[in-house]
């Protein structure tokens, strides 16, 4: 108990979510493709790869990060993590050939980002039981605001010094601060409880089971959860990809005024995280995701139809904000859901959902637009109709809920 009293988790959460703008760098890779396309004299496709190798090994490190979590290696995880992304970005700085990205950006910095994300989240996790949607909001919002803070600096640096030099600096730059923050991370005890929290009397004093990742995905409920996460950030990542061309195509925009929404999209994605985490806190997750799928539903419907940069400004906003949402509160959700024992692995398993999102996603946006002459309508739409089954899916979520909670009401003694 005196760790309890020792440890000040806002702190571990404040350092936590600045290493997290560190590793949400590797969304900011559109701005180094363009300048690395001329250095190694690459086609964008080419380029464009060490990116999507990135995001297709996400699942593996976050295991691996989640793994350390569980073990009490919080802070273990952070350095060795950060080291790998810190090197990776340098490295891709000294490459000498396309190829070599694959290595340095793709797998070495691609492997630190996932073990870096899933130790902090899975801390935070175990560190705010009482506030589990705020605190997940807080330092997962770290991670979406990565680009808003490094795009500008990134560019200052190429535009002043080269992109090799630019991921040389950055590199060096990442390393000093997540090491430097990762010294203020301390492992969550054992079933900490925060002081002046007393937890919720469970119906029939049953607590969470704590569920091994082999016997989760035996379960009926992992698969629900891991299709609404993949829903949840399917047209989050069909954004996330193409705003600046949507921008410039569908509504008319310059490049330059393009960037400026690329950045409020980033903006709502950063604080959709924050806003939702902390209302799913309030009126429960399952609700909150129905209220999501529909404003996502909402907003595609409204990007559709309309003609004017302010339905696309509206539209950004609003997909924004709830992909933000998907990513503040599933962590809490697979915490919840398959308790904390084992939560550090689970997430990293049950994080397959959003790696599918963004490997489809884009995809299908691009798919459709080459389809229609470069307009994203079509995709839109497919996009409406998924979500609404996303709403579907939460809505039999909140029934089994329901059911739990009678069965556990219905086996509680006679007083």
């Not at 569980?70 to 000294?94: E, H, P, R, W, Y």
Request: charged share 10%; net charge positive.
């Amino acid at each position: 108990m005196n760790d309890n009293v020792k440890l000040n988790r806002w702190i571990i959460l404040v350092a936590s979510t600045i290493i997290n703008l560190c590793v949400g760098a590797v969304y900011a890779f559109s701005i180094f493709a363009l300048p690395l396309t001329n250095v190694f004299d690459a086609s964008m496709g080419e380029i464009m790869l060490a990116f999507t190798i990135n995001a297709a090994i996400s699942p593996i490190p976050m295991i691996l990060g989640g793994r350390l979590v569980d073990k009490g290696g919080a802070k273990k995880a952070i350095f060795i993590g950060g080291t790998m992304f810190g090197v990776g970005f340098l490295l891709s700085g000294l490459a000498t050939a396309a190829w070599m990205l694959y290595i340095t950006y793709g797998l070495l910095a691609g492997v630190g980002q996932g073990i870096v994300y899933s130790s902090t989240i899975g801390n935070t996790v175990k560190l705010f039981p009482d506030k589990r949607g705020l605190g997940t909001g807080i330092v997962t919002a770290g991670y979406g605001g990565g680009t808003i803070v490094i795009a500008p600096i990134a560019n200052a640096l190429i535009d002043n010094f080269g992109v090799n030099q630019a991921l040389v600096t950055l590199g060096i730059s990442f390393l000093i601060v997540i090491l430097s923050c990762g010294l203020f991370v301390k492992s969550s005890p054992t079933n900490y409880i925060p002081q002046g929290w007393t937890p919720p009397v469970i119906s029939g004093n049953k607590g969470t089971v704590d569920v091994s990742w082999h016997e989760m995905i035996k379960r009926p409920l992992f698969y629900i959860i891991a299709s609404m996460f993949l829903i949840g950030a399917l047209s989050g990542m069909m954004v996330t990809a193409n705003a600046s061309v949507i921008g410039q195509t569908m509504f008319g925009l310059t490049a330059a005024t393009a960037a400026i929404y690329v950045s409020l999209y980033s903006f709502s994605n950063c604080m959709g995280r924050i806003f939702w985490g902390a209302v799913s806190d309030r009126i429960g997750r399952a609700y909150c995701l129905m209220a999501i799928y529909l404003v996502v539903s909402t907003m595609m419907l409204v990007i559709a139809l309309s003609n004017s940069v302010v339905g696309f400004a509206i539209a950004i906003i609003g997909i924004g904000l709830c992909f933000g949402g998907t990513m503040g509160i599933f962590p809490s959700i697979v915490g919840e859901k398959f308790g904390m024992k084992y939560y550090g692995v689970n997430y990293g398993v049950t994080f397959i959902g959003y790696s599918g999102a963004a490997f489809f996603g884009p995809r299908i946006a691009n798919r459709f637009a080459e389809a229609n002459n470069g307009m994203f309508t079509n995709a839109f739409y497919v996009a409406l109709a998924i979500s609404l089954v996303g709403l579907v899916l939460a809505i039999i979520f909140k029934g089994i809920e329901n059911k739990q909670q009678i069965d556990t009401a219905s086996t509680e003694p006679a007083v």
